[in-house]
């Protein structure tokens, strides 16, 4: 598809219900409206203001360890963290970088999500999240985050040891 978005443009930004078995499901477990900034050949950035309203996958069960396996989650109304984010994926990276400020537009950080490269849709991106991910503070300090996300994916069979090995 090589459809095109306009800055200012909105577009939907989806997370389907995907696992290595090649199982593609319509089931969405995510969904955020944000605001196009770039869309070229080289790279998409996307904005999502602090407080947005948003679709998020919530746990049946209170005690139940994110991320949750299919039949473990519904899909409810929420609001997008407290972080004004710019979304910047380049073309064919399998991550999205995420340039993060607080509603004062104070500066908090990097994220870095690893994720399957960007799948257009006539309504916006899906994207395919990798469950493991980086903090990168202001002072360029980094650290991982969500490994035991990652190890749950893996036994959920959501993701395969060879995708997660390659993730790392």
């Known amino acids: 598809m090589a459809l095109r978005f306009s800055p200012g443009q909105h577009i939907l930004d989806r997370g389907p219900h995907v696992d290595d078995s090649g199982g593609f499901s319509p089931v ?3 969904v955020r ?3 196009v900034v770039q869309d070229s050949a080289e790279r998409v950035a996307l904005f999502l203001a602090a407080g947005t309203p948003t679709l998020m996958s919530r746990p049946r069960e209170a005690s139940q360890p994110k991320p949750w396996g299919p039949g473990e989650w519904d899909l409810v109304p929420s609001a997008w963290s ?4 710019l979304f910047n994926h380049e073309r064919g990276e399998w991550r ?3 340039v993060m400020w607080a509603p004062n537009w104070d500066f908090v950080g990097w994220y870095v999500n690893l994720q399957e490269p ?3 849709t006539r309504w916006g991106f899906d994207i395919r999240d990798l469950q493991l991910d980086i903090l990168v503070a202001p002072d360029r300090t980094w650290r991982w985050k969500d490994e ?3 190890a749950r994916s893996i036994e959920c069979g959501l993701i395969n040891e060879d995708r997660a090995a390659a993730t790392r």
């Open 28 to 30: 969405i477990c995510d």
């Open 33 to 35: 409206p944000m605001t």
């Open 82 to 85: 407290r972080w004004n984010t």
């Open 96 to 98: 999205a970088t995420w």
């Open 118 to 120: 960007l799948w257009r």
């Open 148 to 150: 035991d996300d990652l």
